[in-house]
């Protein structure tokens, strides 16, 4: 079960989880449109980007990312903010 932090809290997640599923859990609601536990993954509408480390250094669409140990994930960044305004 990988453990990653999500705006400095640690969580724990199943194996297979998304980083969005990791910043639910955490207790983080990330704005999405697109995405349905029970469809295949879209990532079209890119309103749940979040910044992760390591990582690319653009957000990222946190249903489209697996959640991976040691990953510290920010949803609420200057970044972030930024790109969710359009």
């Known amino acids: 079960m990988p453990k990653l932090t999500v705006n400095g809290i640690e969580v724990e ?11 639910e859990a955490a207790g983080f609601e990330v ?16 309103m749940c980007l979040v910044e992760i480390a390591p990582g690319p250094p653009k957000p990222q669409a946190s249903c489209a ?3 991976a140990d040691n990953q510290v994930v920010t949803t609420n960044s200057p ?6 305004k359009g």
């Not at 297979?16 to 599923?21: K, M, S």
């Not at 704005?31 to 890119?46: Q, V």
């Open 31 to 46: 704005p999405r449109f697109c995405y349905h536990e029970r469809l295949s993954i879209a990532g079209n509408c890119r």
């Open 65 to 67: 990312m697996p959640a």
């Open 13 to 23: 997640v199943p194996q297979g989880a998304t980083v969005l599923q990791a910043c």
């Open 79 to 84: 970044k972030v903010k930024r790109r969710g």
